[in-house]
């Protein structure tokens, strides 16, 4: 009953498996190595312009989420019975305005993850989000429309989507 286990293959007949990936045979047109440090710099700062904005925006829809809050108290307290079509209103925005903050900063990690890559993805989402931001902060924030709290994120916005429309833009040279 001394019987060893013997292998179900015979280890000298058994084809090695490599677990190698075949080189890519669709020659991908590659950025020239100025672009590439152009691209890898801009990214960078474009990645971190919206994990920071996505930040702020969620930080500033937290606080007003708080006043909010505050305020409901204030009124039920004083007999006040609560104005069911503007909570509605202002919660709508508040999901929306958190939204954009985590889109912000799921793109922004996702832009610096790909710092050395050439894919369009992150990219144009982040044109998206931004494009989104400037049109919550133009809609949905109280006060004149030039306020310079509103022109300032506006203008950060609008100028993150002009860098990534420049690094969309950037010249490939094919590969040989």
């Known amino acids: 009953m001394d019987q060893e286990t013997q292998p179900q293959t015979d280890e000298t007949d058994a084809v090695e498996l490599l677990h190698v990936r075949p080189l890519r045979t ?22 971190l312009f919206q994990l920071l904005t996505g930040g702020a925006t969620g930080l500033f829809t937290l606080a007003s989420a708080a006043s ?10 004083a007999g006040m019975p609560p104005a069911a079509g503007w909570i509605t209103g202002v919660i709508i925005v508040f999901v929306a305005f958190t939204v954009v903050s985590l889109a912000g900063v799921i793109i922004g990690i996702w832009n610096l993850a790909t ?8 990219l144009i989402a982040a044109i998206v989000v931004s494009t989104v931001s400037i049109v919550l ?15 300032m994120w506006t203008f950060l916005h609008a100028l993150v989507s002009v860098w ?13």
């Open 137 to 151: 902060v133009m809609l949905f924030i109280s006060g004149p429309p030039f306020r310079p709290v509103k022109v």
């Open 68 to 77: 909010l809050v505050g305020q409901m108290q204030d009124d039920s307290a």
């Open 26 to 47: 669709i020659d991908e047109p590659a950025l020239s190595p100025r672009n590439a440090s152009r691209s890898r710099h801009w990214r960078f700062w474009m990645g």
């Open 115 to 122: 710092l050395k890559s050439t894919g369009r993805s992150p």
């Open 164 to 176: 990534t429309l420049g690094i969309l833009r950037l010249k490939k040279i094919p590969a040989a």
